[in-house]
């Protein structure tokens, strides 16, 4: 990313959960901005230059919300230390909500994913103090979840910890429709990594099932191992 002694420093990745994670890196004519891998050479790019030119947006406590999304603070110079998103592209890598309005800054961290897309957060609005926020990942979703100091007083949370993470597996290797001849021996094998669960390993399983395309039973001549 940078090339010769000094490195591009990455840091702080996020997985997205189809092979590719975001990072924060710098290469030198960037500044330290968002990147992304798939896990090869050529699809390891600059996502987004936030800050354009050599100035830093300085992309930091990224977090995957577990639904090909990752929140994140950066600095685009116009509204200061801010919330952002990205999809894993540049259209879908933007400021999700200017908490604080104007160039001061909401400053939102501690960012910790409850699962189904949504994080928790600390951030100030410039009228409630620093209190703990929560976003779906869209602007309507992003808000005050409890003033819990009340008025221009902060509370300050920090330490926020998931007690369960269980967020719904993700397809990540597509696989065709098969058909059968009646009466002849039939076999589907699924590619290895076809699923993404988040909460794999930890204190969730992943166990696949199958049903017929209504959601009824499997008939008796067919069966699921």
Avoid: K
């Amino acid at each position: 990313i940078w090339s010769g002694f000094s490195g591009g420093g990455p840091r702080q990745f996020a997985a997205l959960g189809d092979g590719r994670a975001v990072f924060g890196a710098n290469d030198v004519i960037h500044g330290m901005e968002l990147w992304i891998t798939d896990g090869t050479a050529a699809g390891t790019v600059l996502l987004r230059d936030i800050r354009a030119g050599s100035n830093w947006s300085d992309p930091s406590g990224i977090t995957a919300l577990g639904d090909g999304r990752a929140v994140f603070r950066a600095n685009d110079g116009i509204h200061g230390i801010e919330l952002w998103i990205t999809d894993g592209t540049t259209a879908g890598t933007v400021l999700l909500r200017d908490i604080m309005t104007g160039s001061a800054g909401s400053y939102p961290r501690y960012f910790t994913a409850l699962g189904g897309g949504r994080a928790v957060f600390q951030a100030t609005d410039g009228i409630h103090g620093r209190e703990l926020w929560i976003t779906d990942g869209t602007p309507a979703g992003t808000v005050l979840l409890r003033d819990i100091a009340g008025g221009s007083g902060s509370s300050v949370p920090h330490n926020l910890t998931t007690l369960f993470l269980n967020v719904v597996p993700t397809l990540t290797a597509p696989f065709s429709d098969a058909s059968a001849t009646e009466g002849d021996a039939f076999t589907l094998t699924l590619p290895g990594g076809a699923f993404f669960d988040p909460d794999v390993p930890g204190p969730d399983s992943l166990t696949l099932s199958a049903s017929l395309a209504g959601g009824g039973p499997l008939p008796g001549w067919l069966s699921f191992n």
